[in-house]
């Protein structure tokens, strides 16, 4: 799924709307009309089942801040610097795993960052992440 900054749009929506004359993703940071993809909080809204989309800003609402030791597959790793309703200057990341022989952070993210502009498999270091200022948060509603 391409990066498409304030979408959430799902596989179906995407290839509807590419159907129907639409363009891949934008990379900018205002909205573009007929444009399809999904940004960072958009991935995690919809991994989430959630019935909207919310922002980087606004997710924390939804959580329970913890421990990195304590991440789980579905939490998320979450930076806002302005917490404004458009999450500028923000990023959020979903957590999958420990590497267990690099003990690197394996995360799924919608990123414009590395050369990437789709929604992609990462590796990060924990000392990156927490020197950046992410948070890490576990979603309330989550089982299992």
């Not at 004359?21 to 205002?30: A, E, K």
């Not at 995360?107 to 960052?113: L, N, P």
């Amino acid at each position: 799924m391409p990066y498409c900054w304030g979408k959430w749009d799902t596989p179906t929506q995407f290839q509807n709307g590419l159907a129907s004359g639409g363009r891949v993703g934008n990379i900018g940071s205002t909205y573009l009309w007929n444009t399809y993809g999904c940004d960072c909080s958009g991935f995690v809204s919809r991994c989430w089942n959630l019935d909207q989309k919310y922002y980087t800003g606004s997710l924390p609402s939804l959580c329970t801040q913890i421990n990195y030791t304590q991440l789980q597959k579905g939490d998320i790793l979450n930076y806002n610097d302005t917490y404004t309703s458009d999450g500028d200057s923000s990023h959020v990341i979903l957590f999958e795993k420990v590497d267990s022989s690099t003990g690197y952070y394996v995360c799924y993210e919608a990123t414009t960052m590395n050369s990437y502009d789709r929604i992609s498999h990462t590796s990060r270091t924990s000392t990156s992440l927490s020197s950046a200022g992410y948070v890490a948060l576990k979603y309330n509603n989550i089982t299992g």
